[in-house]
């Protein structure tokens, strides 16, 4: 059994980054890892303009007050001012307008007077008050985004004003997903005795699409060997990682493993030290040398829960650093108060699901109700976070701090 740290860091070390770029329309790069350094050829702003609706001015003219000012132009946001403003003259801006020339300050309208074409300014302004300065936000050439970045909302306002159209982003990773066993059926076929419906394949499957990637389904694998064998190699043509699901025990039927070293792949781990989720076959196919292009293999255990935390715990980090993200692609764990106390073997790290909070006082994690077993997936839903009981410990009490994995975070 590999402690779940080391294998944590072994899986990584596996994982070359896809570097083939695409582009997509700016409206659907939500979600995708950007491929390149962007930057803009213009500043932003891209000239000196005025962050309130007001009076463009001469600081000179208003550092005493009250002060009457001719108004000589009106500049509302998308025009280019005409004239510039002389002593004693001021132009009516508007939010986002260009500062004339001549002009160095901003007087909010709320500090004026208007009669007719004259102004009276009744409080002073700081001098260039309100007036957002060319460059002030970015420089032109500077990097506005860097290679690596998941694009969200914030990263899409900036592209778009910034022209990168089209967005370069990396090809998401293909991900090919094989449920084996003889009890599975479709989700939509009638069950006879013995059958279950094959869950881990949609499970798993949305777990991929959540962390960025393909999920590309291949359906059910009868436990035959030539059967695994012909749908691992299969998998293989189809995928950039490939995740199957069961048959990794020591039971009979648990042929992945023989497979998986048949078609020549290296495997790396067999067992992890977590509970649940102890089955875990981490194998490469490929060529190992720098410039080779390894395949990475998952053989999660079948339960379905196990077969979800194997990917959360391992299978996500890697399929993160496979997308091309320059983020952390470690777990991402937080502190939080137990409401509940939390029993453990004390051999393995052991994971217990339950609700994370967050309170006045910090993060709360709250057990779910009803059996821990791995087998149970009913009281999984409605889960956010995995409470992690450190190897060697039996007990955590209710009220202690817990580092709890939290799940939304992808
Ligand atoms: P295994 O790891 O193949 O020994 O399977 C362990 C348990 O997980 C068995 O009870 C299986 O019926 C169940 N199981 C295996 N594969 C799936 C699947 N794709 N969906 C739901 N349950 C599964
Ligand atoms: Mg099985």
Not at 234 to 243: F, H, N, S, Y
Not at 294 to 310: E, K
Not at 393 to 400: A, I, K, Q, Y
Request: charged letters at 20%.
């Amino acid at each position: 059994m590999v402690p779940a740290n080391d294998a944590e860091k072994l899986i990584l070390d596996l994982v070359t980054p896809i570097a083939d770029l695409e582009q997509v329309a700016v409206e659907d790069s939500l979600g995708r890892v950007l491929g390149q350094t962007v930057s803009s050829q213009l500043d932003f702003p891209h000239w000196d303009n005025s962050a309130m609706d007001g009076y463009a001015v001469r600081y000179r003219d208003v550092a005493t007050v009250p002060t009457q000012l001719t108004v000589v132009e009106e500049i509302p946001a998308g025009q280019v001012p005409q004239r510039r403003v002389q002593p004693g003259e001021a132009a009516r801006i508007f939010t986002g307008g260009i500062l004339p020339a001549g002009a160095d300050t901003i007087v909010m309208q709320e500090n004026t007077q208007r009669q007719g074409e004259q102004v009276t300014v009744l409080t002073a302004p700081m001098a260039q008050e309100f007036v957002r300065q060319q460059g002030s936000f970015y420089q032109a050439g500077a990097e506005l985004l860097g290679a690596g970045v998941k694009i969200g909302a914030a990263e899409i306002a900036v592209l778009a004003a910034a022209q990168c159209v089209p967005v370069p982003v990396y090809r998401r990773p293909r991900v090919a997903i094989l449920s084996t066993g003889n009890e599975l059926v479709e989700v939509n076929q009638p069950l006879g005795p013995g059958q279950i419906v094959d869950s881990n394949r949609y499970a798993l499957a949305a777990l991929v699409a959540q962390t960025g990637a393909v999920p590309v389904p291949l359906g059910i694998v009868p436990d035959q060997r030539a059967a695994t064998r012909q749908a691992i190699a299969e998998a293989l043509t189809q995928a950039d990682m490939v995740i199957s699901s069961g048959g990794v025990s020591v039971g009979d039927y648990d042929y992945v493993d023989q497979i998986l070293a048949e078609l020549g792949a290296t495997i790396h781990i067999r067992s992890v030290a977590v509970k649940p989720g102890k089955p875990l076959t981490v194998a490469t196919f490929g060529d190992a040398e720098p410039g080779g292009k390894l395949q990475l293999y998952f053989g999660l255990p079948g339960n379905p829960v196990s077969s979800l935390v194997s990917f959360w715990r391992f299978v996500q980090p890697a399929l993160r650093k496979l997308s091309g993200l320059n983020a952390d692609w470690f777990p991402r764990f937080v502190w939080a108060t137990t409401d509940s106390d939390l029993r453990a073997e004390g051999r393995r790290e052991t994971y217990l699901w339950g609700q994370l909070s967050m309170g006045d006082r910090g993060d709360r994690f709250t057990l779910a109700s009803g059996g821990h077993s791995s087998g149970n997936l009913v009281n999984l839903s409605r889960t956010n976070g995995l409470a992690r009981v450190p190897l060697g410990e039996t007990l955590v009490r209710s009220g202690e701090k817990i580092q709890v994995l939290a799940l939304g975070l992808s």
